[in-house]
């Protein structure tokens, strides 16, 4: 949306001998201007980032409390002793889409996100390659093969944690919104129902296996959440090199949270099976306050990949169509592949966007940059000089 430019300073100030009426405009009707605070708030929100942001965020919260509402058929289902869990979603989402507008009001981002928004709905790259989307998806959000790359040991460790986190919150979410509901079948007996909605989805009996695994999945979560997490901690810990750039509100305090949620978790399973509900309520409340502090913690810390990463899956497939096309864009000076032209011509794009002025810069390879920049620097250094 284009913005319309603002006046000269000098055209927006009345003359201050001219005589005014009781609106505040000159006394010949016309009105003045509107200076008041009342009246510059709204523009000013808008034309700021972090107004738009707050805007996108207050919008996305209520639509989540709108959609708890009717899910839960007018808060029929709603269960009241999960109240915390639910208010902490909803700042959740104000978090993320406070942070993904402002992540977005960037050049770079904001040109990355287009182009891989582009090619997710770019009904050309899905009859070059329909499989593509798919197994990128797999690939690089399921699984993460690409930390394969980097350690064995932190690929594995990741995945536990991933795993756990998706389960815990295809199980939590649901339930604290009052969307999915367990009910007795006969009141009596070990059949249970699970609903969606109010609709009857899947009967089960308690005492089976299907049972158990109802009713054990978030204690299954947290078994794979924490030797995941375990093995990060123990590594930021012991490893140099992690802990010469490791800041403990930034990279310790996400790992202890997972921790402390997983092993409250299972506590609170312990109390109950094996104490007779010794010291649960307790551990309920510990339980609460960890899970809510993480909820509001995520978009703000380092859990705000998580809502990045799938966006990476566009611009993924957005260099792989350019491959696919043979557009690879080779550097200026030793014709060595640098990446997909159209990736090269984003990444000018953006730096045209910034203002740079060395976009050309992005034709040459990162080792000939180096060697330009050297002779560059010798050409102003006297002969001899050691």
């Given amino acids: 949306m284009t913005e319309h430019p603002e006046a ?24 003045g201007p509107d200076t008041s605070v009342t009246g510059r708030a709204p523009r000013d929100l808008l ?7 707050a805007l996108v965020g207050a919008a996305v919260s209520a639509l989540l409390i709108i ?49 891989g928004l582009r090619s997710l709905f770019s009904t050309e790259n899905f009859r070059r390659a329909p499989t593509a989307l798919p197994k990128m998806a797999a690939t690089y959000l399921g699984f993460q093969k690409f930390l394969g790359a980097r350690s064995h040991a ?18 939590t979410f649901p339930l604290t919104w009052g969307w999915f509901t367990f009910t007795s079948g006969s009141g009596s007996g070990p059949g249970y129902e699970m609903r969606i909605w109010g609709l009857k989805i899947l009967g089960f009996d308690s005492l089976n296996i299907v049972g158990w695994l109802m009713f054990h999945g978030l204690d299954l979560a947290a078994v ?12 930021r810990m012991k490893d140099r ?9 930034y990279d310790m305090v996400p790992l202890l949270a997972l921790i402390i949620i997983s092993v409250t978790g299972l506590l609170l399973t312990f109390s109950s099976v094996f104490l007779h509900g010794g010291g649960y309520e307790f551990l309920a409340v510990l339980h609460m306050v960890s899970v809510v502090f993480t909820l509001v913690y ?40 640098i990446d997909t032209g159209p990736y090269v011509e984003n990444l000018r794009g953006t730096m045209r ?28 250094v006297k002969k001899g000089f050691k």
Wanted: proline residues 7%.
């Fill in 298 to 337: 995520i978009p703000f810390g380092k859990f705000f990949h998580i809502v990045q990463r799938p966006a990476a899956v566009g611009m993924q497939l957005f260099k792989y169509t350019g491959r696919q096309d043979d557009e690879v864009f080779t550097c200026r000076r030793c014709e060595e592949p």
């Fill in 67 to 115: 959609a708890i509402v009717l899910g839960s058929r007018l808060l029929h289902d709603f269960d009241s002793a999960l109240l915390p869990y639910a208010v902490a979603t909803v700042f959740l989402a104000f978090g993320v889409a406070y942070r993904y507008t402002v992540w977005l009001s960037a050049p770079g981002a904001r040109r990355l996100f287009r182009n």
């Fill in 154 to 171: 932190r690929w594995a460790a990741h995945q536990l944690i991933f795993w756990g986190c998706v389960l815990a919150a295809l199980i």
């Fill in 224 to 235: 794979l959440v924490i030797p995941g997490a375990g093995y990060f901690l123990w590594r």
């Fill in 47 to 53: 034309r700021s980032v972090s107004g738009r942001a």
């Fill in 241 to 249: 090199g992690a802990i010469t750039g490791q800041r403990f509100a």
């Fill in 8 to 31: 000269p300073a000098e055209a927006e100030q009345p003359d201050p001998g001219a005589p005014t009426g009781p609106t505040g405009g000159t006394a010949g009707g016309r009105p």
């Fill in 353 to 380: 966007d910034l203002e740079l002025g060395f976009d050309e810069w992005a034709e040459y390879c990162p080792r000939c940059k180096r060697v330009l920049r050297g002779n560059a620097y010798l050409t102003q």
